[in-house]
């Protein structure tokens, strides 16, 4: 009898929401209030610190040291004012966590006294002891310092008793270890590219930020049912479990009314996140049960990308003051939805414009045109360095499982826009266009509407689709950090935008005019990327050959879909805008290996350790329940009357002895898989063998599992169940 689990169930079925009385303000009161924002800095800055502070905040430049000093004093202030005590530098290591080493503002001082110090060296930079976070090779034991520096465009914020202050991380000879870093290098890539471009239609625009909106995807489950599923504990998923009976099928839990347990916990963490100024906006349920989605209203990248990490720590932390474990896991649950996490994309300029939102004139639309049909071609040159930012041993579950995008890279226009294109592809000519054909033209470009039908009948299943005044990428994980595919698509998207512009002045510098030249490079463009527009069903088959033929790639799992990390033409592209070094980006490529190798290895292990330590004696302490009986059958029965009785328990103790042995052989192969994988000398064989040898028997051995599961007495059963973990009260 597991009692354990009866327990637990006893515990989740007895729980009340938890309701903190702190929230019956209005947000605007304490919103960003544990932020050293604007209001803090006016408040505890001289006017000259205030004005070095705002210029790096805005310009990404270096604080002075001088003024560094002054600035971390009134940090300090600031933060002790709020009854902070400690602080850590706040970085993003390719673990995919983010990390922190918090430290203590006191200094011990003579006659056995201390004081409380924050120098401006200690906010500029710190020197963790860093060697065990992953380097790809980077790093050699003699210089395995690494340095976390200040990154001054994101605000330092409060998070507990401590002030956290967000960082770079990189090595000491300068190369970046974290996401960070070749995310602001992309940005500030994408800026100069993209602010170059507008100035063939706006003189005034000198900056184009990035800006992102995400859309973060969850499950919660009841803290004690999730503290005796070790796969959950470990792996994040269930790597075994039955189908509830009733699953997703209804679609009643899409956007149904929140449990108030759940709600009152999104209160909670959805207070903290605004505390911290992230602007959390949205809540709804998702499609299956027990998922749940939050959004933002969109910011500028870097912070956007910061404000994400935070707020998935916020959630975890949260969750449990509410009993709730919060999964944000790509798939959790076999049969249903897993979870994924769009980003929202789009450019923005210092006037104030959205450079992919259709405007009002043939001039703004023609600008529109430019920013849209260039994206459309960086996707189209770099689809498959695209798809191995999103690539992951958890996301492999999702893509193209039905439930989301495809793995195959596609963009979706709508309708309306693919009209323009393939109107601007019939009425440029390669010859000189006449004034009139250009006034046709530029009158048909005016004609796009500013409100485009398809922001409302969008295609769901496009892993990239225009949403009417951004794109939205669709297939990063809900676990990812955003700051990997965002770094690529400005990276690729400021690669273009130089192309673009390199392009449009060669012709310029032929006396072609300025709109005719940009009509030209548009329309070779628009011939050159249609292979990677898909208006259709990206989840059906026919799609599946129609890549195919078009020559898209489809790389299912993640061994392969890294490779494109080090084509040529990725480390040209990442090098040319100088966002990363080959060795740089040869390093995140051994480590993305690395960590495919070791997820599935850890798999493996546990459910080696589920079936042996749990399941096996599971069943057999069933089966040995109905030999018994048998036997005491064939003491009190005739032998006719034997035969007839038994029959049934019989065929179940044979069914289990079948299901039994063959859990046993597949793990035991597994195993020896796993041996022959350790053994390979290369991050990349390891890769393949695990994904294609060890991971095979996942879905063998728990096919038998689900099925003991369904069989064997509900009493003896120790793991909580499907119907019991997503149903939640
Ligand atoms: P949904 O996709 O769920 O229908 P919306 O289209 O309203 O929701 O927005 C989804 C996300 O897109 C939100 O986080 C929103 O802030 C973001 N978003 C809206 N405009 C932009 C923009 N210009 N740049 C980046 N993100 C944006
Ligand atoms: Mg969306």
């Given at each position: 009898?597991?009692?354990?689990?009866?327990?637990?169930?006893?515990?989740?079925?007895?729980?009340?929401?938890?309701?903190?009385?702190?929230?019956?303000?209005?947000?605007?009161?304490?919103?960003?209030?544990?932020?050293?924002?604007?209001d803090a800095m006016r408040e505890f800055l001289s006017e000259e610190a205030f004005q070095s502070l705002q210029q790096s905040m805005n310009q990404g430049t270096i604080v002075e040291r001088k003024m560094a000093d002054?600035?971390?004093?009134?940090?300090?202030?600031?933060?002790?004012?709020?009854?902070?005590?400690?602080?850590?530098?706040?970085?993003?290591?390719?673990?995919?966590?983010?990390?922190?080493?918090?430290?203590?503002?006191?200094?011990?001082?003579?006659?056995?006294?201390?004081?409380?110090?924050?120098?401006?060296?200690?906010?500029?930079?710190?020197?963790?002891?860093?060697?065990?976070?992953?380097?790809?090779?980077?790093?050699?034991?003699?210089?395995?310092?690494?340095?976390?520096?200040?990154?001054?465009?994101?605000?330092a914020f409060i998070w507990g008793e401590t002030l956290c202050i967000p960082t770079i991380f990189i090595s000491y000879t300068g190369e970046s270890l974290d996401f960070k870093t070749p995310l602001l290098k992309s940005l500030q890539a994408l800026d100069k590219a993209a602010t170059d471009v507008c100035q063939y239609f706006d003189k005034n625009v000198t900056k184009v930020i990035a800006t992102l909106g995400w859309e973060q995807e969850y499950f919660l489950i009841d803290s004690a049912l999730y503290n005796i599923r070790f796969d959950?504990?470990?792996?994040?998923?269930?790597?075994?479990?039955?189908?509830?009976?009733?699953?997703?099928?209804?679609?009643?839990?899409?956007?149904?009314?929140?449990?108030?347990?759940?709600?009152?916990?999104?209160?909670?963490?959805?207070?903290?996140?605004?505390?911290?100024?992230?602007?959390?906006?949205?809540?709804?349920?998702?499609?299956?049960?027990?998922?749940?989605?939050?959004?933002?209203?969109?910011?500028?990248?870097?912070?956007?990308?910061?404000?994400?990490?935070?707020?998935?720590?916020?959630?975890?932390k949260v969750a449990i003051r509410h009993n709730f474990r919060v999964l944000m896991h790509e798939k959790p649950y076999a049969g249903i939805n897993g979870s994924g996490k769009h980003n929202n994309w789009s450019l923005a300029t210092n006037t104030g414009k959205n450079l992919l939102s259709p405007g009002k004139t043939p001039k703004t639309n023609l600008q529109f045109l430019t920013f849209f049909v260039n994206t459309v071609m960086a996707v189209h040159e770099h689809a498959d360095l695209l798809r191995s930012s999103i690539a992951s041993a958890n996301n492999d579950h999702r893509l193209g499982a039905n439930e989301a995008p495809p793995a195959i890279m596609s963009v979706f226009l709508g309708q309306q826009l693919s009209n323009v294109l393939d109107e601007l592809e019939k009425a440029v000519h390669s010859g000189k266009m006449s004034p009139e054909e250009k006034t046709a033209l530029k009158m048909n470009i005016g004609r796009i509407p500013d409100i485009l039908l398809d922001n409302t009948d969008r295609n769901r299943t496009s892993p990239f689709a225009f949403t009417g005044n951004k794109f939205e990428f669709r297939a990063v994980g809900s676990s990812a950090n955003c700051g990997g595919p965002m770094t690529v698509l400005n990276a690729i998207m400021a690669e273009q935008l130089v192309a673009f512009k390199n392009e449009v002045d060669a012709l310029m510098n032929k006396k072609v005019e300025k709109d005719e030249a940009i009509f030209q490079v548009l329309k070779k463009y628009i011939i050159a990327s249609k292979k990677i527009r898909f208006e259709g069903n990206g989840y059906g088959d026919e799609w599946k050959a129609e890549a195919k033929k078009r020559g898209l790639s489809n790389i299912p799992t993640t061994p392969?879909?890294?490779?494109?990390?080090?084509?040529?033409?990725?480390?040209?592209m990442f090098e040319s805008q100088g966002i990363l070094s080959h060795r740089e980006q040869e390093a995140r490529y051994e480590i993305s290996l690395e960590t495919y190798t070791k997820k599935i290895q850890i798999e493996s292990r546990i459910i080696a350790d589920m079936v042996n330590n749990q399941i096996l004696p599971a069943a057999?302490?069933?089966?040995?329940?109905?030999?018994?009986?048998?036997?005491?059958?064939?003491?009190?029965?005739?032998?006719?009357?034997?035969?007839?009785?038994?029959?049934?328990?019989?065929?179940?103790?044979?069914?289990?002895?079948?299901?039994?042995?063959?859990?046993?052989?597949?793990?035991?192969?597994?195993?020896?898989?796993?041996?022959?994988?350790?053994?390979?000398?290369?991050?990349?064989?390891?890769?393949?063998?695990?994904?294609?040898?060890?991971?095979?028997?996942?879905?063998?051995?728990?096919?038998?599992?689900?099925?003991?599961?369904?069989?064997?007495?509900?009493?003896?059963w120790p793991l909580p169940k499907y119907r019991e973990m997503l149903y939640l009260r």
């Open positions: 009898m597991s009692t354990r689990r009866i327990l637990a169930l006893q515990e989740a079925i007895s729980r009340k929401p938890i309701e903190l009385n702190k929230i019956n303000e209005q947000v605007s009161k304490y919103y960003g209030s544990n932020v050293f924002g604007l002054q600035v971390a004093a009134c940090m300090k202030a600031w933060a002790q004012s709020k009854g902070v005590t400690h602080f850590t530098h706040w970085f993003q290591p390719l673990s995919g966590a983010t990390a922190e080493k918090h430290d203590g503002f006191f200094e011990p001082i003579e006659g056995g006294r201390a004081i409380e110090r924050f120098s401006g060296n200690a906010l500029v930079q710190q020197e963790p002891d860093a060697s065990s976070f992953p380097n790809g090779g980077i790093r050699n034991t003699f210089e395995a310092r690494g340095y976390t520096a200040w990154d001054p465009t994101s605000p959950l504990q470990q792996t994040g998923r269930t790597l075994f479990g039955h189908a509830a009976a009733k699953g997703q099928q209804l679609e009643d839990h899409y956007w149904g009314s929140i449990p108030e347990r759940v709600a009152a916990y999104m209160r909670d963490f959805e207070h903290e996140a605004h505390l911290l100024g992230i602007p959390v906006r949205t809540r709804h349920n998702e499609v299956a049960p027990a998922q749940f989605e939050c959004a933002p209203v969109f910011e500028e990248t870097n912070l956007a990308v910061d404000h994400n990490l935070l707020l998935m720590d916020v959630m975890e392969g879909a890294l490779e494109a990390m080090i084509s040529k033409k990725t480390l040209a057999i302490s069933y089966q040995k329940n109905i030999v018994d009986n048998v036997m005491g059958l064939k003491t009190i029965l005739s032998a006719e009357e034997f035969k007839k009785a038994a029959e049934i328990q019989l065929n179940l103790i044979h069914e289990i002895s079948e299901r039994v042995n063959s859990i046993k052989k597949s793990a035991d192969e597994m195993r020896e898989e796993r041996k022959k994988a350790n053994n390979l000398d290369s991050a990349k064989k390891q890769a393949h063998v695990y994904c294609d040898k060890v991971k095979s028997y996942f879905e063998t051995i728990r096919y038998q599992v689900d099925k003991l599961e369904y069989i064997v007495d509900d009493k003896v």
